[in-house]
């Protein structure tokens, strides 16, 4: 039988002779903190206070570190603080640019705000080699929203359809003072179907509706709709005469948007004859075009490759979302879903060669906005929208896309043919220096010396070390 007791004495006996607990258990040293009533209600300085004093070793120190990273505009740093709650600092990430990026005959310059050292270079390495190639072309095809209403009815199916159909009109008239200024932008409620889940679920059916948000992300103003369908279902449930006593009891168990937006669609395409891709050296343009076409193919039927595959996407789409103030994990729950639509996990991404002439592009699904959220609030975001001369929905969209079809491309490009270590090394080569503690003048031999050498981690601090000694710094 288990023998609580005992068993924490074996595990005494184990931790004290067990070089993994020796490495991993001592760490946490701190005292144990009680839980912490009305912390939000605390000054920022009480908050911070508390933190440093319960959760890290060096209060002061920690202080320090915050303090850092407060903005010295006091307005500014209000704005920050009231993003979200219990702010105790500014989280930076660097925000790049990837310029020449030629998408249906305009040039932009791509704002990506990310910590990953290789992206952006990948991505203008990728615009400048498509540039010379006629650019990207795109096109939105479709802008679908979806919310839901979720509910349970005990009753005859058939009664709820012509309940459903006969309240119609009720859910576009309770809902006329949200949808008044969306529909002068034109956009609005477009659909509001009954869907019979009780396959799946026993007395489960929902409000599967479609919305049209315009430049909006539009998440607000969906679930604002939704939760006005849910009441006036309850309430006009309760009065239909169609309807039993049992029946007239729909019970709502919640109403929110779906972050599955299949029918929020974007395409975004580079082509060009395959004689035009002869940047590599080692391969030919017909070989490099036809690994292209494997990669892609083995990312199509190979999950474990298709997330990785994925992910380099993401690289490019998530930074490109987070500069303009979109919310990134909307966007990568609905491209996964989307990734796996067919019932496994598949490459976003597609590649062809016919007729001497090799395609690569990618479909995928982006609910985004350029207006409303942080839109106008974040100077940051202002900039990148301007920067991207303030694009509307629809356009973000395109360009978005167009980061991580790029990226993709770089990606694959150097997994084909020089192997993903060579670009990827040269970049985080700094990080690196910067670990090391190196001088600006250290890093300027080392970077120079790594153009011609390939650059590994240990390789770094060999080279690093060697110089220190060979200059006595
Ligand atoms: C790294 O962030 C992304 C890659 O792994 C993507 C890929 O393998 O295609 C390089």
């Not at 440093?52 to 209060?59: I, L, R």
């Amino acid at each position: 039988m288990f023998q609580f007791g005992k068993a924490v004495t074996q595990l005494g006996a184990f931790k004290s002779f067990n070089p993994i607990f020796l490495i991993f258990g001592v760490r946490n040293t701190m005292p144990m903190t009680k839980p912490i009533k009305g912390f939000s209600k605390l000054t920022k300085e009480e908050k911070i206070d508390w933190i440093a004093t319960h959760y890290t070793h060096d209060p002061e120190a920690t202080k320090q570190v915050l303090a850092h990273y407060a903005h010295a505009d006091l307005d500014l740093q209000k704005l920050h603080d009231e993003f979200i709650e219990n702010t105790i600092a500014n989280y930076y990430l660097p925000l790049g640019i990837a310029p020449n990026f030629l998408i249906n005959d305009k040039l932009y310059a791509i704002p990506m705000a990310i910590e990953e050292s290789s992206v952006v270079a990948a991505a203008s390495k990728s615009a400048k080699f498509w540039l010379d190639r006629g650019g990207f072309r795109t096109k939105v095809l479709g802008t679908e929203k979806i919310g839901q209403v979720h509910f349970m009815y005990y009753g005859d199916s058939n009664k709820l359809t012509e309940f459903i159909r006969s309240i119609k009109p009720k859910f576009i008239s309770d809902t006329a003072n949200l949808t008044k200024n969306m529909e002068k932008r034109g956009g609005g409620i477009t659909d509001i179907q009954l869907r019979n889940k009780t396959q799946a679920l026993e007395n489960y059916y929902q409000l599967h509706c479609s919305f049209e948000t315009r430049d909006a992300m539009g998440a607000n103003f969906i679930n604002s709709c939704l939760e006005q369908f849910a009441e006036t279902l309850k309430r006009e449930a309760k009065n239909y005469p169609g309807f039993s006593a049992k029946e007239s009891q729909i019970e709502v168990v919640m109403s929110i948007l779906s972050n599955y937006v299949p029918g929020c669609l974007v395409r975004a395409e580079v082509s060009c004859s395959v004689d035009e891709l002869n940047e590599h050296p080692s391969l030919t343009p017909s070989e490099f075009a036809e690994k292209m076409v494997r990669a892609v193919a083995i990312a199509n039927v190979e999950p474990f490759r298709a997330v990785t595959h994925n992910k380099g996407i993401m690289n490019g789409i998530d930074s490109v979302v987070l500069a303009t103030g979109n919310d990134f994990r909307a966007v990568e729950a609905g491209v996964h879903a989307y990734a796996s639509k067919d019932g496994s996990y598949c490459s976003l991404t597609h590649a062809k060669i016919e007729n001497g002439t090799f395609t690569f592009w990618i479909e995928l699904p982006l609910a985004l906005g350029t207006v409303g959220g942080l839109t106008s609030l974040h100077p940051l975001v202002k900039l990148a929208l301007e920067i991207l001369q303030n694009p509307t929905a629809e356009e973000l969209m395109q360009i978005v896309a167009v980061a991580g079809l790029a990226q993709n491309f770089a990606a694959v490009r150097s997994l084909v043919t020089t192997g993903i270590q060579q670009g990827h090394m040269k970049m985080h080569l700094l990080n690196i220096l910067n670990q090391l503690k190196a001088t600006e003048q250290e890093k300027e031999i080392l970077t120079n010396y790594f153009k011609k050498h390939t650059a590994s981690h240990s390789a770094v601090v060999e080279a690093f070390e060697k110089l220190r000694q060979d200059h006595g710094i």
